[in-house]
């Protein structure tokens, strides 16, 4: 039995979980606080969720963890036949880890209402029952707050966080309308990845009230974080796909998140923190390089390199090169 430290508040942790509830696999779900802390800190080399602990040892980091169940349970698979397809999911999942966490995060920590609403329900998961939370989670924001300027997350950079949230919301909502999920009726790791952070955006109450005209995008939302018995059905051809999925990719890579992705990593190539800025779509989107996305960025490029030379060039095509 799987067991998945994590959290509702986690976009990472429910990726995880969904993934485990589409395989049907027998998982505990348990919710990290202080009760599991000396558990948590027995396994983990580092201090974030999700945590997996399976037969073969502790994993952190959900992308890897991805990959493992998929290798052991290769039945029912998110991986796309088609290797284009599946180099387009997996290049959504990271727009979606790297990218709209950057939305997410504004909207959770730097709205008061939001902020007051999250830091709640993290401190009310963690002490132990009859705790007042209130202190732990004025604790929680206040640290979290700090987390703003280095993701880009700043006063000036929310005009764009705000309006690259109504277009993908607006274009995956369009796309949505007709089909299950992004690649038609088969699960992807693209759905899991944006479907969690778009999980956390509907939790969070001015996003939520945002996003409320986007009914398809809700109920995909819903099938995303619960698909056991659902998205077993076929991936479609790009024929059917292209009117409204280039759309999605056009915003999501093209435009948003190849560029910064390539700007993050040459920044970090100068040292951790060295300050960028990259023009997204009009808009000087400056933040001090990170670290992670740099190298989850370096594997996508290899995913892109081991593709055909021809579908290299398809892809190049649509949404650049890598
Ligand atoms: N790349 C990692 C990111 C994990 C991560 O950032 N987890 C956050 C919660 S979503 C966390 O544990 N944060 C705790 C902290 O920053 O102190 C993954 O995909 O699992």
Not at 165 to 174: D, H, K, V, Y
Not at 209 to 231: D, I, K, N, Y
Not at 244 to 253: C, G, K, S
Request: hydrophobic share 40%.
């Amino acid at each position: 039995m799987y067991r998945l430290f994590g959290m509702e508040v986690s976009p990472y942790s429910v990726k995880v979980r969904a993934l485990l509830r589409f395989k049907q696999l027998p998982f505990e779900w348990v919710l990290r606080s202080q009760a599991n802390e000396a558990e948590f800190r027995e396994h983990a080399k580092v201090p974030l969720i999700p945590l997996l602990l399976t037969p073969g040892g502790a994993m952190q980091d959900s992308t890897p963890m991805l990959d493992y169940l998929e290798a052991a349970h290769p039945s029912p698979s998110i991986r796309l036949a088609d290797p284009v397809l599946n180099f387009l999911s997996n290049a959504l999942e990271e727009a979606a880890d790297e990218w709209l966490v950057k939305p997410m995060f504004h909207y959770r920590w730097n709205y008061e209402a939001d902020r007051i609403d999250a830091g709640m329900r993290i401190a009310t998961a963690s002490v132990p029952p009859g705790v007042d939370p209130s202190k732990f989670a004025t604790l929680i924001s206040n640290h979290l707050m700090t987390r703003s300027a280095p993701l880009g997350c700043t006063e000036a950079n929310k005009p764009l966080l705000e309006r690259y949230l109504q277009e993908s919301a607006t274009r995956l909502n369009a796309h949505l309308a007709s089909r299950s999920f992004i690649f038609g009726e088969q699960l992807s790791a693209a759905d899991l990845g944006l479907g969690s952070l778009y999980y956390e955006l509907y939790s969070d109450p001015t996003p939520r009230s945002r996003l409320q005209p986007f009914t398809h995008l809700a109920a995909w939302v819903e099938r995303c974080m619960t698909p056991a018995g659902l998205g077993q059905g076929a991936c479609e051809g790009w024929e059917s796909l292209e009117s409204t999925l280039l759309p999605v990719l056009e915003h999501e890579l093209a435009a948003t998140y190849l560029p910064w992705a390539r700007a993050n990593a040459a920044a970090l190539s100068q040292g951790a923190d060295t300050p960028f800025s990259v023009n997204l779509q009009g808009h000087d989107f400056a933040q001090p390089a990170q670290k992670y996305p740099a190298k989850s960025w370096h594997n996508l490029q290899a995913g892109y390199h081991a593709l055909s030379d021809a579908d290299q060039a398809w892809v190049a095509q649509r949404v650049g090169a890598l």
